[in-house]
Each structure stands twice: as structure tokens, then as C-alpha cells.
């Protein structure tokens, strides 16, 4: 049976609430399949692992959270977690994000189809954040011909433009 926490065990699985039909392709656990590409001006090239939940729990916004793991090692990586809300009859959205690298930020932008682009609108980041300051992020997901998801982040810092960081595609299990 669906859990809805520990402190409603008994509760019938939530009913997708119709207000986010418009997003309910992300729904689901995806695997990175291949590995993801990152990249930048600054970096190495590097691939990573990635384990997405995106769950709803009968409220009108999806909740996410992005887990990458060091593709040899299996060592976990960059995390992120939060929610993406609709603005109520309209293809605009919210997407709100905390990261473990002590950011945490709102992306809006709007779904077309089975495509979601968002770029951030305010960024937050603890005083002793690692340098180079992330200043800028945009990010587009969509879900392919092949049923995979697939999500291209790019983002400015304050030594490069908008550039892109990742890419990858997964797999719904
Ligand atoms: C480096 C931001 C997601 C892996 C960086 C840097 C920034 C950054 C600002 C430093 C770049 C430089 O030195 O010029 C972000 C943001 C993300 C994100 C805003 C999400 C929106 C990820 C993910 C991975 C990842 C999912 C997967 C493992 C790395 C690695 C480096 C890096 C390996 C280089 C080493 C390090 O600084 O830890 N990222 N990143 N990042 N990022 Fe990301």
C-alpha cells in the first residue's frame, strides 16, 4: 500500500490532483541511462549518476529529488530536492530547489507539451558557499520519443556566460 507518511499509513493512494496534468509526464522513478555528461569551461568532463523520485501526494505540485552518485565509486554527489507548481490555468511554473552545495533557488518558465523550460529567478546561498558563485541557471526537460526523460542544465557563474553543466537522460523503472 501507498505510504503517505508514517503518521497516515492507511491512506488510499492520493488521487493526482487534475491541476498538474499538465506535468504528470515527469511523474515517476527514473536511472540515468547512459551515465550523464557533465561539463564546462572550468571542469574536467565527468559522467555521473543519477536517481530521480518525482511524486505527488494529491496536491496541486510535484514533489522532486535529484540524487547523483560517482559513477565507479557509487559515492553520492550532487542532491537536490523540492517541489514544481503551476501556476492555476496557465502553462506557467515554479520550481523550487535545495541543494546540498548550499544553494537553494526558484526557476519559473512554463511547460509546452511534454517540454519544461525554467531559468532561475532568485538564487539564495550560505555565506560560505564555494567559489565560483553560481549566478544564473536554466534548465530544460522533456520526454522523448523513446518515453525517456531527459534534462540540459546550463548556468553562468561569476567567471563564465551561460554555459551548459549537464545532460542527461533517463530511464523510467
Ligand atoms: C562544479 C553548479 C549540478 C557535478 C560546479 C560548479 C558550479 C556548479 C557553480 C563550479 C564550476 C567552476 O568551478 O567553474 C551546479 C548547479 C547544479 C549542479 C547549479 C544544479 C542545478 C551538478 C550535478 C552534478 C554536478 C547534478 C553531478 C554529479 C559537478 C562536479 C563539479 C561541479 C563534478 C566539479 C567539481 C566540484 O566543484 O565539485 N557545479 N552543479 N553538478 N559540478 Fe555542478
Redesign the pocket.
Known amino acids: 500500500p501507498y505510504l503517505n507518511g508514517l503518521l497516515a499509513p492507511d491512506c488510499e493512494p492520493p488521487k493526482m490532483n487534475p491541476s498538474i496534468e499538465p506535468l504528470s509526464w515527469l511523474l515517476g522513478t527514473w536511472l540515468s541511462e547512459p551515465p550523464?555528461d557533465?561539463i564546462?569551461?572550468?571542469?574536467q568532463p565527468?559522467h555521473?549518476l543519477?536517481e530521480v523520485h518525482i511524486t505527488h501526494v494529491g496536491q496541486p505540485m510535484l514533489n522532486f529529488s535529484?540524487n547523483?552518485f560517482?559513477p565507479d565509486t557509487k559515492k553520492p554527489?550532487?542532491r537536490?530536492c523540492g517541489f514544481i507548481r503551476l501556476k492555476p490555468d496557465s502553462n506557467k511554473v515554479a520550481f523550487v530547489?535545495a541543494?546540498n552545495?548550499g544553494?537553494v533557488?526558484v526557476e519559473e518558465g512554463e511547460v509546452n507539451g511534454q517540454e519544461l523550460c525554467i531559468a532561475s529567478h532568485s538564487i539564495a546561498r550560505i555565506s560560505f558557499a564555494?567559489e565560483?558563485?553560481?549566478e544564473q541557471?536554466m534548465?530544460k526537460f522533456r520526454l522523448n520519443a523513446e518515453g525517456r526523460l531527459e534534462q540540459t542544465?546550463s548556468?553562468a557563474?561569476t567567471?563564465?556566460p551561460m554555459t551548459q553543466?549537464?545532460h542527461i537522460t533517463y530511464k523510467k523503472v
Open positions: 550523464g557533465g564546462y569551461p572550468t571542469l565527468f555521473y543519477e535529484f547523483a560517482h554527489m550532487h537536490e530547489s541543494q552545495t544553494i533557488e564555494a565560483p558563485r553560481v541557471i534548465r542544465v548556468m557563474t567567471t563564465q553543466h549537464l
